[in-house]
């Protein structure tokens, strides 16, 4: 079954903790986007990779950090930088993303439901 | 940079009863995605648009992308309460409307 799987569904952390957030798809897609969601205002990109060992810094990016050293992963490190941690966040992954031009359909994961407390 | 925004925020319908939900970008856009997201769920892809003035439909779904690529429309006719979610539209630039909320009484 082809798909993009994120673990675990719910998380929960005290303040000042980092915490990773795992994403993982068998899609062979080369793009991988990560996505915070807040109730009333979208999706709002974090970060996104159009290639392996490369990313690309999104709208709010401040306080979390990524990395890309497999095709297949793009983990999520919330930082405790990040003061307002609390959020849906989803994973996503489409053929391609250039920048420019056209983009691709993107396939979503079931997502992470973080809270920090 | 590219600003969209959708509305309505949030629509309640009767069963039956049409819905429409708009979104505007302030820039030209390449292409328009539309996107449906159950309550608790994730977001599913529904269609992509690429040229201007283009119309798709999908059973009870139209979809349409201005003449100036820098709008968009998703129609439903006909409302059945399995379209009850929220709806977005995606922009080339990675950037989501805020969503439509559409709940359908039976």
């Not at chain 1, 890309?68 to 992954?93: D, G, H, I, M, W």
């Not at chain 2, 529904?46 to 119309?55: F, H, M, R, T, W």
């Amino acid at each position: 079954d082809g798909g993009i799987t994120q673990s675990p569904k719910y998380l929960f952390r005290k303040e000042g903790q980092n915490v990773t957030l795992s994403c993982e798809q068998n899609l062979n897609h080369d793009a991988m986007y990560w996505y915070r969601q807040d109730p009333g205002q979208g999706l709002r990109l974090i970060y996104y990779s159009q290639i392996v060992n490369d990313f690309q810094k999104g709208d709010i990016a401040e306080g979390y950090s990524v990395s890309r050293e497999k095709k297949e992963s793009f983990p999520l490190t919330v930082t405790s930088a990040q003061k307002n941690p609390t959020a849906f966040y989803l994973c996503a992954s489409s053929f391609f993303y250039s920048g420019t031009g056209i983009t691709y359909e993107q396939y979503f994961g079931p997502g992470t439901r973080l809270t920090v407390t | 940079g590219q600003q969209v925004m959708q509305i309505p925020q949030y629509q309640h319908v009767q069963e039956g009863e049409d819905f429409t939900t708009y979104c505007n970008s302030s820039t030209t856009l390449s292409n328009i995605q539309w996107y449906k997201q159950r309550p608790g769920g994730h977001p599913v892809f529904l269609i992509q648009l690429v040229k201007s003035g283009e119309v798709k439909k999908q059973k009870r779904l139209t979809f349409q992308f201005g003449e100036a690529k820098k709008n968009s429309s998703l129609h439903i006719t006909a409302t059945q309460t399995t379209d009850v979610g929220t709806y977005f539209c995606g922009t080339d630039k990675l950037i989501f409307g805020t969503g439509t909320r559409l709940q359908v009484f039976p």
